[in-house]
């Protein structure tokens, strides 16, 4: 399975490996796993210091809207290097954090009209959980301290973020450390019947979490999901019908919606915020990743008037949401996600991330008929394909097999950067993608999967 080989080894590499310890990642696999030297970076490609180029069908961890080095985005970003670099965010205020929060107001769904910056999704993700606990707290109603979160969901890996995350691969080794939350199970259609559809099925799913507030809504803050698409968790993805449904159980039990869009907000499901889908509005919407095209870290939470006029009061009260970043709201960040903002204003790019998702699911359609396949699945611009060992019986590869593994390491020898969860290959593209791009992708993903299942 080893492909580590001269052509892939470079002095920087090497340098990396004697210092550096990275993210989401077992260093000991680099003993036999090359580790790109990325030098350049353009559009939808990566350069190595070799000169190898790599289509980035994972957008550098969902991040990079319109592919590296976006001509707009970095114009702006070296107009605001000459204005300001970084300011506190206490007691003072610039015109990129401001001019962004209005804009962020007027793209989002109606109600969400404050904006609190932090640095990173897991940081927004505590923030929303803080905000919603201690807003109850000043409500007078201190024992409304737990969440509900689906099955299979991922949030993050802060201590609060991966409390209401159910991805054992992340969440086991530090369960001591965790709030235990309360799990509804997933609406995620892959687990419907024979025979029952996505919205029938969303819909059974939202008969659990009824059962689950009848019981504890009493001490309940929030139920926070992922709208659409559970990521990080496999791609797995469900009908708006079970976000319409959820936002009217948590009017009528009295508690907080959290909608974490960190992943796929910015038009990634084909709407601008996958809300929008089931025509709703969270009581906290969570952003990051594609918020500043890729370029810086940053995050915001935004919440509603009600949320916020909870924390407005005499300083000797007490009701201060004392939460803070060093870098929250930075200038040079929140100047890139303005600029992101604009590029949706003014160019149709959803219309033509629609054109490219028809594109993308028409050449992954061979895929439902292949005896390793058990589903093919998209929304907007993200598909999986669920790689399995039995067809029939959808029984999964041992994980120890890593054949996901596999397809990543063939798509290197092919120049296509494929990053799947375990045995679940996904491609969630930038924007800027063409369609014969789309075809190299899927091919290479098509040949790694023959060659993992083989």
Not at 201 to 224: K, N, P, Q, T
Not at 253 to 274: N, S, Y
Request: aromatic share 8%; hydrophobic share 45%; glycine share 8%.
């Amino acid at each position: 399975m080893s492909i580590a080989s001269p052509p892939f080894s470079s002095p920087l590499a090497t340098r990396d490996l004697a210092v550096v310890w990275h993210p989401c990642t077992q260093m000991h696999d680099h003993e036999s796993v090359p580790m790109l030297a990325i030098a350049q970076a353009q559009g939808a490609w990566l350069t190595d210091s070799a000169g190898r180029r790599y289509l980035d069908a994972v957008s550098s961890w969902w991040t990079c809207l319109f592919g590296h080095r976006h001509p707009r985005i970095v114009a702006a970003l070296k107009d605001q290097l000459d204005r300001i670099d970084h300011v506190m965010l206490a007691g003072m205020t610039h015109e990129p954090a401001v001019a962004l929060a209005e804009q962020l107001v007027k793209a989002t769904p109606a109600g969400l009209d404050r904006v609190f910056y932090a640095d990173n999704g897991s940081s927004a993700v505590e923030v929303a959980l803080k905000m919603s606990f201690h807003y109850w707290r000043n409500q007078g109603q201190p024992l409304r301290q737990r969440f509900i979160a689906l099955g299979g969901s991922y949030h993050g890996e802060t201590i609060g973020a991966l409390s209401v995350t159910d991805v054992e691969l992340y969440r086991s080794t530090y369960s001591p450390l965790l709030f235990e939350p309360l799990l509804a199970p997933s609406p995620d259609a892959y687990l419907r019947e024979p025979g029952e559809t996505p919205e029938a099925f969303a819909l059974r799913r939202l008969g659990d979490l009824r059962e689950l507030l009848d019981r504890h809504a009493h001490g309940v803050a929030a139920v926070i999901v992922e709208p659409l698409v559970q990521c990080a968790g496999g791609m797995r993805m469900y009908h708006p019908a079970y976000l319409r449904g959820l936002r009217q159980l948590c009017d009528e039990f009295g508690v907080h919606l959290i909608a974490d869009e960190i992943a796929v907000g910015f038009g990634r499901t084909g709407t601008l915020f996958a809300c929008e889908q089931a025509a709703i509005s969270p009581d906290f919407l969570c952003l990051s990743k594609g918020l500043t095209g890729g370029t810086l870290p940053l995050s915001a939470v935004l919440t509603t008037s009600e949320v916020y006029s909870a924390f407005y009061a005499e300083y000797a009260r007490g009701n201060a949401f004392l939460h803070s970043h060093s870098y929250t709201g930075n200038p040079i960040a929140c100047r890139a996600a303005w600029e992101t903002l604009a590029i949706f204003n003014d160019e149709p790019v959803l219309e033509r991330n629609r054109a490219l998702s028809a594109h993308l699911a028409n050449r992954l359609a061979p895929l439902i008929d292949h005896p390793h396949v058990a589903d093919v699945r998209e929304s907007g611009m993200i598909a999986a394909i669920e790689m399995v060992r039995d067809k029939a019986t959808r029984a999964a590869y041992p994980s120890d097999e890593r054949r996901g593994l596999r397809v990543y390491l063939h798509g290197l020898q092919r120049g296509v950067i494929l990053r799947p969860l375990g045995n679940v290959i996904y491609f969630m593209p930038p924007y800027c993608i063409t369609p014969d791009e789309i075809d190299l992708m899927v091919e290479v993903a098509i040949e790694g999967i023959d060659r993992a299942c083989a």
